[in-house]
């Protein structure tokens, strides 16, 4: 009896040694403040597993190995990261929304470019059938027949899409050729049957209540351009796309990310009503906050564009305006909307894409070498990941075109089925919220007709 409790207290000594040195690794907690309570929590996870196998550990190493691995376990069960964090806030409001006020519920489709992308088609496969399954959605997926069957043989979705289509939730469409990445945008005039054209004419024909594609991009918008046509008084549509702020339920739209590299004042002015629009209806915000991305906060800083900018946004009585938005204020939360040029907010949307692998290295330089920094980062890995995951644009599905006469999200073009099947939540919550009944209510603006 005595021989048992001196070996619970070795056992208990040597947890109390790990905790009190990870929490003198102050260069990583003080950067996850959240890893010193999964240390805790595992340490308590390993003290049952161990006692539960009737197992005994009589030295540090051990205990050591033992907490390392249910801390793994712990990570990977309760802090997997949410696919749809970014819209944590939208889904809670519209789940509401549905209970109490009657939204529609009914399935809406949705034309999928089934050959765009990067990886196309089973990524995008794979992420629309399992869309299906998590909302009211039906899909027309566009592409080569052929090529799908083979593909969706080869991964094993081939039972799964055939039973879909006799439930009447998806449906194959037959087109052409693909749109590649390295293509100019104008080859959708040569190409008639690509996906992305087949796809956009479901659309104008109401076949389909939205398009996705995580094909060429600058190919999307000359389609939708062509096929579905601009919104009255919109004279450039523009790529509203989310980022991650310190609220975690409350991303900022920035538009444009890269529709348009050379930009009129006028141009912005729209992209804010435009980004007005997407907030109150797919973000849920009652009055957005819109921003202008500038050098500094003040109304006089700037070049041209910016200042007449300025001007047009706060005489504008749509809008929120807080007025100008500095480089480190975009990811404060201090904004809903925040409006540049096409150029500047491609480059702003490509350093942030870096931002989260970057992160990750800098913080796996700084663990210590040897077994202590194998600890450090067992307790660490989900919650690194989770942060890179939050500042990693891909994750976040897709992002609207917004100004032309239908709902267009554009997919990154190195989609995998889990950012495919947010970006299809992305496209169904567009059409759920009647995005585009608003917008055409935005073209009886005056300084739309003007």
């Known amino acids: 009896m005595a021989k048992e409790a001196y070996r619970k207290i070795n056992k208990s000594r040597a947890i109390r040694r790990l905790v009190i040195w990870y929490k003198r690794n102050t260069a990583v907690t003080s950067i996850v403040d959240s890893a010193a309570n999964s240390a805790a929590t595992a340490s308590n996870v390993a003290e049952n597993v161990v006692s539960s196998a009737g197992s005994v550990v009589s030295t540090a190493s051990n205990v050591a190995g033992n907490v390392v691995s249910s801390a793994g376990s712990l990570a990977k069960n309760t802090l997997q990261p949410l696919v749809f964090d970014p819209f944590k806030r939208l889904q809670t409001s519209e789940n509401s929304n549905d209970r109490g006020n009657g939204v529609t519920t009914k399935r809406v489709w949705i034309a999928v470019d089934g050959m ?221 909307v925040v409006v540049c040029d096409g150029f500047t907010g491609n480059v702003l949307l490509k350093f942030l894409e870096s931002v989260g692998g970057v992160l990750l290295d800098i913080l796996k330089s700084e663990l210590p070498r040897g077994r202590r920094g194998k600890v450090g980062s067992a307790f660490l890995k989900s919650n690194l990941m989770r942060i890179k995951k939050r500042l990693d644009h891909a994750e976040h599905g897709g992002a609207l075109l917004l100004g032309v006469n239908g709902i267009c999200v554009i997919g990154h073009g190195s989609s995998k089925s889990l950012s495919v099947v947010s970006a299809l939540r992305l496209a169904h919550s567009a059409v759920n919220h009647d995005v585009m009944e608003h917008l055409i209510q935005l073209q009886k603006l005056p300084v739309l007709n003007s």
């Open 116 to 336: 765009g992308g990067d990886h196309a088609p089973g990524p995008i496969l794979e992420g629309c059938l399992d869309a299906i399954q998590r909302f009211p959605i039906n899909i027309k997926f566009v592409g080569q027949i052929e090529k799908i069957n083979e593909v969706s043989k080869k991964i094993g979705l081939y039972e799964l899409m055939e039973k879909e289509i006799q439930n009447n939730r998806f449906e194959l469409v037959a087109s052409g050729s693909p749109i590649g990445m390295n293509e100019e945008a104008t080859a959708v005039r040569k190409k008639k049957e690509a996906s992305i054209n087949v796809a956009m004419n479901l659309v104008k024909s109401n076949e389909a209540k939205a398009v996705y594609s995580a094909g060429n991009s600058g190919a999307l918008m000359a389609s939708a351009i062509f096929r579905i046509g601009r919104l009255k008084g919109i004279d450039r549509p523009a790529i509203g796309a989310l980022f991650p702020t310190r609220d975690q339920s409350r991303p900022v739209l920035v538009l444009d990310v890269g529709a348009n590299t050379d930009c009129k004042p006028n141009y912005l002015r729209q992209f804010a009503l435009l980004g007005n629009i997407y907030a109150k209806d797919v973000l849920q915000i009652e009055r957005p906050k819109i921003g202008l991305l500038n050098i500094g906060e003040e109304d006089c800083k700037g070049n041209e564009l910016s200042l007449q900018t300025y001007k047009l946004l706060s005489e504008e009585k749509e809008l929120n305006f807080l007025g100008n938005c500095e480089g480190r204020d975009v990811l404060s939360g201090e904004f809903d």
